[in-house]
Nanobody, 125 residues
Framework: QVQLVESGGGLVQPGGSLTLSCAGS????????VGWFRQAPGKEREGVSC???????RVSDSVKGRFTISRDNVANTVYLQMASLKLADTAVYFC???????????????????WGQGTQVTVSS
């Protein structure tokens, strides 16, 4: 059974930074496409950033230049480095994975089969 565990969320002031982690167990993230998504209250889940099996990455326009996705195959973990955080970045952040290469659609929630439980990120002064 695929398991994903997100961590690293918390409270941060505007302009601050956080790094989220998505750790996989019972499967290899290296063989998968992994996406980071977020959902704010009353809003739809949106794609933030993703990395395909072959290592190509995508990032949404709303976080371009501020968020960076990376993968550590030894640790079987995908990271989301978030900088210059804004109030609008407040949301529950989820990671998701699917076996294979889904670069073209990896910012779409419907692409993914396996989801973590989410971690709260709150940007507030």
């Amino acid at each position: 059974q695929v398991q994903l565990v997100e961590s690293g969320g918390g409270l941060v002031q505007p302009g601050g930074s956080l790094t989220l982690s998505c750790a996989g167990s019972r499967f290899s993230l290296e063989d998968s496409s992994v996406g980071w998504f977020r959902q704010a209250p009353g809003k739809e889940r949106e794609g933030v950033s993703c990395i395909s099996r072959d290592g190509r990455s995508r990032v949404s326009d709303s976080v371009k230049g501020r968020f960076t996705i990376s993968r550590d195959n030894v640790a079987n973990t995908v990271y989301l480095q978030m900088a210059s955080l804004k109030l609008a970045d407040t949301a529950v952040y989820f990671c998701a994975t699917i076996f294979g290469d889904y670069y073209a659609t990896c910012l779409r929630p419907q692409t993914f089969r396996n989801w973590g439980q989410g971690t709260q990120v709150t940007v507030s002064s």
